[in-house]
């Protein structure tokens, strides 16, 4: 079993951790019920936290010159304080990976937030951010960032716990401060790097080869930052058919030729949508172990993340990539 770091996720706080909703509920979430044994979750409602109770009257983005955001009950410009919070609250955050928040809220919201035509219009004129995830997005975009409705889609709940985890795993090297346990990050997240951008990986190679004899700080900022562009997306699933072959190459000379025709075969049936990744994970990683191969049994590609994160229902199957 991996030892996996603990990550720090700020989470919208009506998910599971109190009942703030506008209309005093709280949202049962099976994606933040099967996580809070492996996350240090931060709790936050930005609404409650400049002052609106519990229940309260709706608030809502409307058109203007710059989006703003209003009760319509009261008539109240709450735009500049829910500015200000959001500006405040994040600045003071350190060590932090990862953000889960509510969808559709004016504040929390990522995608598909109403925009209304005016404060007495309720007619819907377009799709916004909330105020508050627009901010984190300005702060923190490059980290692992979702909303709640989101993480039912399998392939953005896998991106989103590989990314989480990866990150939190990075800080960790990155508070040590040497280059040993950097090279050491990066040997053992090759093939995972690999699914995601090899193009990229090559860089942070070249990076951590570190010949012109930079500094630890130097090098780790430049990492970073390819670090951050590797992950952006999730994996397509031809990435993944190139890493399974580099990694079945490792046993070319001690396999059957019918044990090799048919991995050829299973890596077809994943492509056409008949097998999940898993199916073939499952062959390459009873081969690792067959062969007691020592680099690739330490490889997070094959467990990025707590396998007790991983649903029954995880197939992979038809899962559109985004």
């Keep these: 079993m991996n030892d996996f770091p603990v990550p720090r996720v700020v989470v919208s706080r009506c998910l599971e951790f109190g009942e703030v909703r506008y209309n005093g509920a709280v949202i049962p979430d099976?994606?933040?019920?099967r996580m809070r044994p492996y996350v240090e979750f931060i709790p936050i409602c930005?609404?409650?936290e400049i002052g609106l109770g519990v229940p309260r009257d709706v608030i809502r983005i409307v058109e203007g010159e710059e989006k703003q955001l209003i009760q319509p009950k009261t008539g109240e410009d709450l735009t500049a304080e829910m500015k200000n919070f959001s500006k405040g609250f994040l600045s003071q955050l350190s060590d932090v990976d990862g953000f889960l928040l509510k969808n559709r809220s004016p504040t929390c919201g990522m995608h598909d937030v109403k925009v209304y035509q005016s404060e007495k219009n309720s007619q819907v004129v377009g799709k916004t951010t909330g105020l508050f995830a627009n901010e984190i997005l300005r702060q923190f975009g490059e980290l692992a960032i979702e909303e709640e409705g989101r993480l039912k889609n399998f392939t953005l709940r896998h991106h989103f716990l590989t990314k989480l985890f990866t990150l939190a795993s990075f800080r960790q090297v990155k508070k040590q401060g040497s280059m040993q346990n950097l090279q050491a990050f990066h040997s053992r997240n090759k093939y995972l790097?690999?699914?995601?951008?090899?193009?990229?990986?090559?860089?942070?190679?070249?990076?951590i080869a570190n010949h012109n004899h930079s500094d630890f700080s130097e090098v780790i900022e430049y990492y970073k930052e390819r670090l951050y562009k590797l992950l952006d997306k999730p994996a397509k699933p031809t990435a993944h058919v190139n890493v399974c072959q580099h990694m079945a190459g490792y046993f070319k000379k001690e396999l059957s030729p019918k044990e090799k025709e048919g991995f050829q075969s299973l890596l077809k049936q994943y492509t056409e949508e008949k097998v999940p990744l898993s199916a073939v994970l499952s062959v390459l990683r009873s081969w690792v172990d067959r062969f007691?191969?020592?680099?690739?049994?330490?490889?997070?590609?094959?467990?990025?993340?707590p396998l007790e994160l991983v649903e029954i229902s995880d197939s992979g199957k038809g899962r559109a990539y985004s």
Excluded: C, W
Aim: avoid cysteine; aromatic fraction near 16%; proline fraction near 8%.
């Design 46 to 48: 930005p609404e409650v």
């Design 30 to 33: 099976k994606a933040v019920q």
């Design 292 to 305: 007691d191969n020592s680099y690739l049994q330490k490889q997070t590609y094959f467990e990025p993340y």
């Design 193 to 207: 790097f690999m699914a995601y951008h090899p193009g990229i990986l090559k860089q942070m190679g070249r990076i």
